[in-house]
């Protein structure tokens, strides 16, 4: 094979003409060449994965990075911050990323068993959220011990890798038990969930930022003109700064989307195949070029201040153990082991494979070994906590490229970002609110592959609508309004349901824990479908009545 196959593909097997070819939504022809699926194990040209990979880097670049930079920025550092931790937390989770990702889709056989380390699908890991408000309760806490920032960091590193065995375990069970325990309609609630939860995340992108949506309610009459210290209850944007949801930045997102529905109409399919990435150019070229009343959306800050090469190591913090984190994290990562099985499954149904077999079993096995694996060498990279990222299963719904390949070209392309500073300088200097634009839509396709996954259940069953109806009210509702649990950011044990404020550091990390584990809507929903799930008989088996073939005698008939 010649550099020319192998770059562009063999002749005739890509039409890049077909491709490039702009569709007319008003043309009285409307058949059309269907978007081409690019199955798992697909040998696409390297131009075709190059792009694909880049669109599933983009997709996760925003969520990768955020728990690092929250908690350096927020917790570890505190007011006046200190943007070269941050810039190396965010190129260290990029290159950990990258790495984890590369190992999961390789899937690596153990010697001397049957066991695999990776899933050996289009299934990418980053940095997971699950972990992002034990670590920045956890450091608080030391912090206010008198341990150093950087220090506290160190010691929740080193408790993730304890902690993370627990995931190790649950992948080494026999895949029957894991079946038992994680059924369709199990995996179905779980992905469904997840879906809702991240498409509220990606609201809270789209109104300007995480950190300042959840720091709305400082802005409420009843506290309104009261003194707060950071993090200050608005959003930025380069050198603007406005209130969560200001109609500036609900603009600059919007043209993502507006771009998105322009592509569906009018763009050719290798378009439609990179609608999320040129989406998200456009809306950040509009960033660009915009400015309110002469403050400029995007600043080149990030860029000019990152350095030409970085690598993992730059920066070094010392492993230690903090025991009141224990059950919060042991907590999470069952969180991530029931996130890590959904996300398994809505792979599958987008890669169009069944969820059944071999193939799915030992991709359960390995998935699950690899999150605890990668977990540990992410501590060792000083980055925090890897698991697999639901919102890459949109991308792959909606470019119909489940390939492997691109999935090792997502790897590379996050190492890269994180090796050459300016790169991942690049990535952070997207406002928010362009992300968000993107986000939201993706992760909305997560919802749908949830329910796509329902189809394989007996919706019209008694038990199966009930176990849904419970888990996901449930499940949805503390997703949409979780404070009856959770605290308000900037206000430590302050929820009604078990404040703990007077409580020893041991009591205090496990009622942090009991906390995130009921405002976790996808992790509250899914223990409790798993719960009815075990206790609940099937529905009783109908029998059928046979209609008699008697004669029925007819009002009014005479006897013969």
């Known amino acids: 094979m010649g550099f020319k196959e192998l770059f562009f593909g063999a002749p005739g097997e890509y039409d890049y003409g077909s491709l490039c070819t702009l569709t007319n939504p008003f043309s009285k022809n409307k058949k059309h060449t269907p978007v081409k699926l690019y199955a798992r194990d697909e040998p696409i040209p390297i131009l075709l994965a190059m792009i694909m990979g880049l669109q599933h880097a983009f997709a996760m670049v925003g969520g990768l990075i955020t ?56 299934s990418v890991m980053g940095t997971s959220f699950t972990f992002l408000p034990i670590f920045e309760i956890a450091i608080s806490q030391m912090k206010a011990d008198g341990i150093s920032g950087e220090d506290a960091y160190g010691k929740m590193l080193g408790t993730t890798m304890v902690c993370s065995l627990l995931e190790l375990f649950f992948s080494f069970l026999p895949i029957k038990a894991i079946k038992k325990t994680f059924p369709p309609i199990v995996s179905s609630i779980t992905v469904i969930l997840i879906g809702v939860a991240l498409t509220g995340t990606g609201m809270k992108y789209w109104g300007g930022g995480a950190v300042c949506a959840e720091m709305v309610w400082k802005n409420h009459a009843q506290v309104a003109g009261s003194s707060f210290g950071p993090p200050f209850p608005t959003c930025s944007a380069g050198e603007t700064n406005f ?10 997102g919007f043209s993502v989307m507006a771009f998105l529905v322009v592509i569906e109409l009018f763009g050719s399919i290798f378009m439609k195949n990179c609608n999320v990435v040129l989406a998200l150019l456009f809306g950040y070229f509009v960033a660009g070029v915009s400015n309110y009343e002469g403050l400029r959306y995007v600043l080149p800050d990030n860029i000019t201040s990152a350095d030409a090469i970085t690598f993992l190591w730059a920066r070094t913090f010392n492993i230690g153990f ?5 059950i919060p994290l042991l907590i999470a990562f069952l969180v991530t082991t029931v996130e890590t099985v959904g996300d398994i499954s809505a792979v599958f149904d987008v890669s169009e494979l069944p969820a059944e077999g071999k193939l799915y079993e030992e991709a359960i096995q390995g998935g699950l070994t690899s999150d605890a694996v990668n977990s540990i060498l992410s501590a060792l990279f000083t980055s925090m906590p890897n698991t697999t990222f639901s919102q890459n299963n949109g991308v792959i719904a909606m470019t119909k490229c489940a390939s492997r390949r691109a999935g090792l070209a997502c790897g590379v392309w996050l190492i890269l970002m994180g090796v050459f500073g300016k790169i991942g300088g690049l990535i952070t200097s997207i406002p928010d609110c362009v992300i968000g634009g993107m986000t939201i839509f993706l992760f909305s396709n997560v919802l749908v592959s949830g329910i796509t996954l329902a189809n394989n259940c007996d919706l019209k069953a008694r038990r199966t609508r009930f176990i849904f109806a419970l888990s996901l009210g449930v499940g949805v509702g503390v997703t949409v309004w979780p404070y009856a649990f959770k605290d308000l950011r900037g206000s430590s044990y302050t929820a009604a349901f078990w404040t703990c404020a007077d409580c020893s550091d041991g009591m205090k990390g496990l009622r942090n824990g009991v906390s995130i584990f009921l405002s976790t809507g996808y992790c509250v929903g899914t223990v409790l479908a798993m719960f ?10 109908e029998e059928k009545v046979e209609k008699s073939e008697e004669p029925v005698e007819k009002f009014g008939d005479d006897e013969a």
Do not use: R
């Open 243 to 252: 209130l969560f949801g200001a109609p500036q930045y609900i603009g600059l």
């Open 67 to 122: 728990p690092p930079l929250v908690v350096m920025k927020f917790t570890v550092c505190g007011f006046p911050f200190c943007p070269d931790l941050q810039q190396y937390a965010v190129s260290a989770a990029l290159i950990t990323s990258g790495i984890c990702t590369i190992i999961n889709i390789s899937k690596i056989k153990i010697p001397g068993t049957n066991f695999f380390i990776g899933s050996g699908i289009l």
């Open 322 to 326: 903090y025991a009141p984190a224990v």
């Open 532 to 541: 009815l799930n075990t206790i609940l008989p099937s529905d009783p088996v």
